[in-house]
């Protein structure tokens, strides 16, 4: 994977050729996804495709004058600071709440894309262009506010409140969620482990202290270092790293506390009533937020809880 900043002139066009093609491909899906039950909101995604489209011609012809024929493959998932998107467009039926989240999303990541790489180039006819497609990126949010009107809405979006929702859920609501499943997950095979192991409640209050602290410092480190934030749009690296480090270390703490109590029967059992808490909050987060099917969620982090979970008592009973 490489950072955006060491991307050569050439590797940008190519990488925005990309990202256009996937654009108008998602864009296209959508549209026959909707067109049955959602006309008006079908013929929206038609344009919208239709412009992608255009855009990608005119970065091909800049291309093919800057750089000649051949292109090298280069996706965003081979740049360090994109957003991993969740392919709902291959579920049906698709959500038009889910999709006009989407489709905010793709636009606002794209015109960053543009505007950042516009700063970067050094060739006058490259950052005209780029400058162009930035701008109108931009006016593809009005246009994607005409899904509402599918639903009968007369309202505004809410520009205002989707932005501030956007950026809570990118700066702490990612991170924060990411570190509180690795914490409450990840820590429970040594904490359980070594309370079974050695049936003394101080030994696994100590390593389950030490295994969250740990896992926090860790995690805080590789969220931080993990994207700038200047593609992605999530923000501050340090302050990212800090809310995925303190849910990690949260999360692990939580089903280490009870392991301060004396009475081992009684610690172990508050400490399994606190992880099937910690679960059902990462279930209820992941559904509020990260529009995942509660029950979908639910089995997720249940079965995968469970397995861990197991896993410590069986090799501390070995």
């Known amino acids: 994977m490489k950072n955006f900043g060491q991307l050569t002139e050439q590797e940008i066009l190519a990488l925005a050729i990309s990202l256009e093609e996937e654009d108008e491909r998602v864009y296209a899906d959508f549209s026959e996804g909707l067109r049955q039950d959602f006309p008006g909101t079908a013929k929206v995604f038609d344009g919208m495709r239709d412009e992608e489209s255009g855009h990608r011609r005119r970065l091909l012809e800049l291309y093919r004058q800057k750089f ?3 292109i090298p493959l280069i996706r965003r998932q081979d740049v360090k600071g994109f957003v991993q998107r969740k392919p709902i ?3 049906r039926p698709l959500r038009l709440e889910a999709i006009r989240n989407q489709v905010s999303a793709m636009e606002e990541e ?3 894309f543009y505007e950042k790489s516009a700063t970067t180039t050094h060739d006058a006819g490259i950052r005209q262009l780029l400058d162009d497609l930035a701008q109108e990126e931009r006016s593809h949010a009005f246009r994607a506010a005409q899904l509402e ?7 505004s979006v809410g520009d205002t409140d989707q932005a501030r929702r956007k950026r809570l859920v990118l700066q702490i609501i990612q991170p924060g969620l990411a570190g509180l499943m690795d914490g409450s997950v990840s820590t429970l095979a040594p904490v359980f482990a070594a309370a079974f192991a050695t049936r003394n409640t101080h030994d696994a209050f100590v390593i389950g202290l030490a295994a969250s602290v740990g896992a926090g410092i860790s995690m ?3 969220e931080a270092l993990s994207d700038d934030g200047t593609l992605s749009g999530r923000g501050s690296p340090v302050l990212r790293g800090l809310v995925c480090g303190l849910m990690t270390t949260l999360g692990g703490i939580g089903h280490t506390l009870p392991y301060l109590i004396p ?3 009684v610690a172990t059992a508050i400490a399994i009533a606190v992880v099937v808490v910690e679960l059902s909050v990462i279930t209820w987060v992941r559904h509020r ?3 995942t099917p509660t029950l979908s969620a639910a089995v997720q982090v249940a079965v995968g809880g469970a397995i861990v979970l197991a896993t410590g008592v069986l090799i501390g009973s070995w």
């Open 68 to 70: 000649g024929e051949h």
């Open 89 to 91: 467009w291959l579920a």
């Open 110 to 112: 794209t015109r960053r």
């Open 149 to 155: 009107e599918e639903r009968g809405k007369t309202e």
């Open 220 to 222: 805080g480190f590789a």
């Open 263 to 265: 009475a081992f029967n």
């Open 289 to 291: 937020y990260m529009e």
